[in-house]
């Protein structure tokens, strides 16, 4: 004899699918890309949302603006996730502005690979990425906690980390790098959600080959011969990530935790 379903599950699981209705959530480094895209699906399931932004300005505006144009409420914060008070005030302004944070994606990460940084020594490319991606989640990941540990219906934390992570990525030093960084995000998140468990879920995103600045820019004979490494035989968007991010963040992924969602088109290890 079949089940009857539980009370909301519909909500949670029908045609239109995942809702953030009357939640609120944080996402770092909003002002483009993947950031930006996380931020509008949010939006559009219903969330409010609090974003930061480091030195893009003119577009977490943008970005604000557009959620707005949701018909949803929006704060904007400046924020390097490389320094720890910066991001004990923002948890405090955070709680005090919404009263709560149900939500907080850790998306924030340095930029190596484009424009002035791309010239970096391989040193100085790696202590940037384990300043930000990796001890900027972390850091952010225990100011989290300490706010959803106060709200009775605790909360979501989601990481970004990066499929490559689980086979070692490409050759070449920028794999290395990211592999040291994004390995000790994935790895951190799943200790962390065991120790938070059952008040906390704690999630992490593996995006793949996603259609970013970084793709632009590639030479289009080696950007031809990724594609063609792909089972489906093309780049993602920046919405296929954020789409996933908003079923981690909802109910309707009530029973995940620990686990890293792979974006990637197929791909695997």
């Known amino acids: 004899m079949q089940a009857a379903p539980q009370e909301g599950a519909g909500a949670a699981h029908g045609a239109a699918g995942p809702t953030l209705a009357g939640k609120v959530v944080l996402i770092t480094g909003a002002s483009?890309?993947?950031?930006?895209?996380?931020?509008?699906?949010?939006?559009?399931?219903?969330?409010?949302?609090?974003?930061?932004?480091?030195?893009?300005?003119?577009?977490?505006?943008?970005?604000?603006?557009?959620?707005?144009?949701?018909?949803?409420?929006?704060?904007?914060y400046s924020v390097d996730v490389a320094d720890e008070p910066a991001l004990e005030t923002l948890a405090t302004r955070a709680r005090d502005a919404f009263g709560r944070?149900?939500?907080?994606?850790?998306?924030?990460?340095?930029?190596?690979?484009?424009?002035?940084?791309?010239?970096?020594?391989?040193?100085?490319?790696?202590?940037?990425?384990?300043?930000?991606?990796?001890?900027?989640?972390?850091?952010?990941?225990?100011?989290?906690?300490?706010?959803?540990?106060?709200?009775?219906?605790?909360?979501?934390?989601?990481?970004?980390?990066?499929?490559?992570?689980?086979?070692?990525?490409?050759?070449?030093?920028?794999?290395?790098?990211?592999?040291?960084?994004k390995g000790g995000v994935y790895s951190f998140s799943r200790a962390l959600a065991r120790s938070v468990a059952p008040h906390i879920r704690v999630n992490v995103l593996g995006p793949g080959w996603i259609e970013t600045a970084y793709g632009e820019s590639l030479d289009p004979t080696v950007k031809e011969r990724i594609t063609r490494s792909i089972p489906l035989g093309r780049w993602g968007s920046a919405q296929d990530v954020a789409y996933a991010a908003v079923y981690l963040a909802s109910d309707a992924a009530s029973y995940v935790t620990g686990q890293m969602l792979m974006i990637n088109g197929g791909g695997v290890v």
């Not at 939006?43 to 609090?50: M, Y």
């Not at 001890?135 to 989601?158: D, E």
Request: glycine share 12%; with cysteine.
């Open 101 to 181: 944070v149900d939500v907080w994606v850790n998306n924030a990460g340095a930029d190596i690979l484009t424009g002035e940084a791309s010239r970096l020594t391989w040193v100085e490319k790696l202590d940037r990425l384990l300043a930000v991606d990796l001890r900027g989640t972390v850091v952010a990941s225990w100011k989290a906690v300490a706010l959803m540990r106060a709200q009775p219906a605790g909360g979501v934390i989601l990481n970004v980390s990066w499929d490559h992570v689980l086979g070692g990525g490409a050759k070449g030093g920028y794999a290395e790098v990211f592999c040291a960084a």
């Open 32 to 76: 483009s890309g993947i950031g930006r895209a996380i931020a509008l699906a949010c939006a559009e399931a219903g969330a409010d949302l609090a974003l930061t932004y480091r030195a893009n300005r003119r577009g977490a505006d943008d970005t604000a603006e557009r959620v707005r144009g949701h018909g949803r409420r929006v704060e904007l």
